[in-house]
């Protein structure tokens, strides 16, 4: 991934590190993108892994600035892993995941990731799109892996990977905190 700016194309954004107080806000994200809704417990375990972090983007609202997406990343060595990535409905195709998993993609790099990798369910197309659109490539399919509800099966994963740029050649001066 070269080194880009990170666009979102809605009203006043900004896009900072999930912290301490954000753990409700960001369940309650998950919870408006997947069945499976986190508890917020299960949120701070995940972001108090050694390597592992957020980010959240908040849009202007009529009342202030309201939350409107997320991504859990965890980094090991060189390997870095989308844990978990989501934008409110309504949110949606504003270019908000985009700006989010470039975000998390240079941080990692900062940190000394050379990769990053995901899973996503095969029958997930904005997913599949979005990533795909991002550069990852499918390397592997973990069959059955997610479960869905009664009667209707189980659905197999990709495992998406995509090579990151080397840390020299992020601008030195891009702020890590918003944009
Ligand atoms: C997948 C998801 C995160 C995308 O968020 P988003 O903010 O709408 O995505 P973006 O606006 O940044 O889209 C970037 C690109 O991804 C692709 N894309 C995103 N949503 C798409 C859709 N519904 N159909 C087709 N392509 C899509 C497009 O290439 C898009 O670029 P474009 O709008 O210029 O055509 C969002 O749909 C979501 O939260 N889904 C539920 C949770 C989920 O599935 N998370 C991923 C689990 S691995």
Redesign the pocket.
């Known amino acids: 991934m070269s080194p880009m700016p990170h666009p979102v194309a809605l009203p006043p954004v900004r896009l900072r590190p999930i912290g301490p107080f954000d753990l409700e806000i960001v369940a309650a994200l998950h919870a408006g993108?997947?069945e499976d809704a986190w508890t917020v417990g299960a949120i701070a375990e995940i972001l108090a892994m050694p390597g592992a972090f957020g980010l959240i983007v908040e849009i202007e609202g009529e009342s202030g600035p309201e939350p409107a997406?997320f991504v859990l990343v965890r980094r090991v060595a060189e390997e870095c892993e989308?844990l978990?990535?989501?934008?409110r409905p309504q949110?949606?195709?504003?270019?908000?995941?985009?700006?989010l998993v470039r975000r998390a993609s240079d941080l990692a790099v900062r940190g000394g990731a050379g990769r990053i990798f995901?899973?996503?369910?095969e029958d997930?197309?904005?997913?599949l799109?979005?990533y795909r659109?991002l550069g990852f490539g499918e390397v592997g399919r973990r069959p059955g892996y997610y479960r869905r509800p009664a009667g209707a099966g189980a659905v197999a994963a990709l495992v998406m990977r995509r090579s990151l740029p080397r840390r020299s050649a992020l601008a030195d001066h891009e702020p890590v905190g918003d944009g």
């Open positions: 993108s997947f997406g989308i978990s990535l989501g934008v949110h949606r195709r504003g270019g908000i995941a985009r700006a995901l899973e996503v369910a997930n197309l904005p997913a799109c979005l659109d």
